[in-house]
């Protein structure tokens, strides 16, 4: 089975500063997708950034970006230019792409990012 | 303008009581999931429909049952809630099993079970 591991329950960084949240991944498939959500306090989940494996061009999507390592099964999520807004919990989530469970999200525990004025 | 709607945002119920919860969407998405998230851990996948097609988790409660009417709506049926089903329910969508494999949630339903 398929495991998401955050090994980091809480973050925190200066506002303006850059932070790394880090994910690793088992998986023994080869077709698949990483995810890194973001869920404020009292808000809804949101997708933040999406990974898919077979590209090797790491995802960016504005301040986001993550370090896919496929090999290492290895997906961080860097934030740069941190922002009171960003402060949240964060998920990274897997899902395969073909498949019987390729419905499926499978979420880490989160990561708990504090951002300090 | 909201997408994934949950009502209520906040529910209390007895211990026994059947409680329902229900979501809607308005992006005509083909799937629709519910989660369970307790406190400090990640959302757990109970179920979910593919159209008007029923996929159940295998570790699934028998406690737990899920209605979807049309493409719009699903409700999710506690019918004896226990103490140990206080958490956060969310409602989920993507448009199909297929590409971006994107998901839209709702805000969450909290349930409180006293």
């Known amino acids: 089975a398929q495991t998401v591991t955050q090994s980091q329950p809480e973050m925190s960084v200066q506002e303006a500063e850059t932070v790394t949240l880090s994910c690793t991944y088992d998986t023994s498939e080869s077709d698949y997708y990483l995810f890194w959500y973001k869920q404020p306090p009292s808000r809804q989940m949101i997708l933040v950034i999406r990974q898919e494996a077979y590209k090797q061009q790491n995802a960016t999507e504005n301040r986001f970006s993550v370090n896919f390592q496929k090999a290492a099964k290895s997906f961080s999520l860097k934030i740069s230019d941190s922002q009171l807004g960003d402060a949240a919990m964060y998920f990274c989530a897997y899902s395969e792409n073909s498949g019987g469970s390729n419905y499926k999200l499978t979420f880490g525990k989160g990561t708990l990012l504090t951002v300090n004025p | 303008d909201a997408m994934v709607i949950q009502n209520p945002r906040y529910q209390v119920t007895q211990f026994g009581k059947p409680v329902t919860l229900s979501c809607s969407q308005t992006?005509?998405?083909?799937?629709m999931y519910w989660y369970q998230q307790k406190s400090s851990q990640a959302p757990k996948l109970l179920f979910h429909y593919y159209d008007k097609d029923f996929n159940n988790e295998a570790d699934t409660p028998d406690n737990f049952q899920s209605r979807r009417p049309n493409t719009s709506f699903c409700f999710l049926d506690i019918r004896s809630p226990g103490l140990g089903d206080a958490a956060m329910y969310l409602c989920?969508?993507?448009?199909?099993?297929?590409?971006?494999?994107?998901?839209?949630f709702g805000p969450g339903t909290r349930l409180t079970v006293t």
């Open positions: 992006l005509n998405h083909n799937v």
């Open positions: 989920a969508t993507s448009r199909d099993y297929q590409g971006t494999r994107e998901q839209y």
